[in-house]
């Protein structure tokens, strides 16, 4: 029975380290609120996770094509089966049945940065980070006057 208990203590020591060695680098490393949020808005684009959180990806402004909210089934649907996105989609899913917001990325010479045509992520709030983000693409578009 003692060695049970020293089996089962020892593994909740090892989960307590590892969560609080990751939550250490997270922030030293100054990616915690990508972790919390999946995406970002930054003066000039969107700062994203990069696949396995090995980093912050970007994307300018002038580089989306459209964004838009989708809900949690929807999402989920269109990630699990292929006809949805298919493999060109970089998913972050930080939040468990919340809704989704989608930017498709406008094709670039510079195929080794996006490898992927559609990012969804789940922001906080994403009816907010959908109406920021197209308050600040509608400031990219020229204006024509007639």
Same mark, same amino acid.
């Given at each position: 029975?003692?060695?049970?208990t020293?089996?089962f203590?020892?593994i909740?020591?090892?989960?307590i380290?590892t969560?609080?060695?990751f939550r250490f680098?997270?922030?030293?490393?100054?990616?915690?609120?990508?972790?919390e949020? @999946?995406?970002v !808005?930054?003066e000039? =684009? $969107?700062e994203?996770l990069?696949?396995f959180?090995?980093?912050?990806? /970007? %994307?300018k402004?002038?580089?989306?094509?459209?964004?838009?909210?989708?809900?949690?089934?929807?999402?989920?649907?269109?990630?699990?089966?292929?006809? @949805?996105?298919? !493999?060109?989609?970089h =998913? $972050?899913?930080?939040?468990?049945?919340?809704?989704?917001?989608?930017? /498709? %990325?406008?094709?670039?010479?510079?195929?080794?940065?996006?490898?992927?045509?559609?990012?969804?992520?789940?922001?906080?709030?994403a009816?907010?980070?959908v109406?920021? !983000?197209?308050?600040?693409?509608d400031?990219?578009?020229?204006?024509?006057?007639?």
């Open positions: 029975m003692l060695i049970l020293i089996f203590a020892s909740v020591l090892v989960a380290l969560v609080t060695a680098l997270a922030r030293r490393c100054g990616i915690k609120d990508l972790i949020d @999946g995406a !808005l930054t000039d =684009g $969107i994203y990069r696949l959180m090995l980093g912050r990806g /970007k %994307i402004f002038n580089e989306i094509e459209s964004v838009k909210l989708i809900s949690f089934p929807k999402a989920m649907l269109s990630l699990m089966f292929p006809f @949805g996105y298919g !493999l060109s989609v =998913g $972050i899913r930080t939040r468990l049945f919340s809704d989704f917001v989608e930017i /498709k %990325i406008k094709k670039t010479p510079r195929w080794y940065e996006f490898h992927f045509h559609y990012l969804l992520f789940t922001p906080k709030n009816v907010s980070f109406e920021q !983000l197209k308050n600040r693409l400031g990219l578009v020229p204006q024509t006057s007639n």
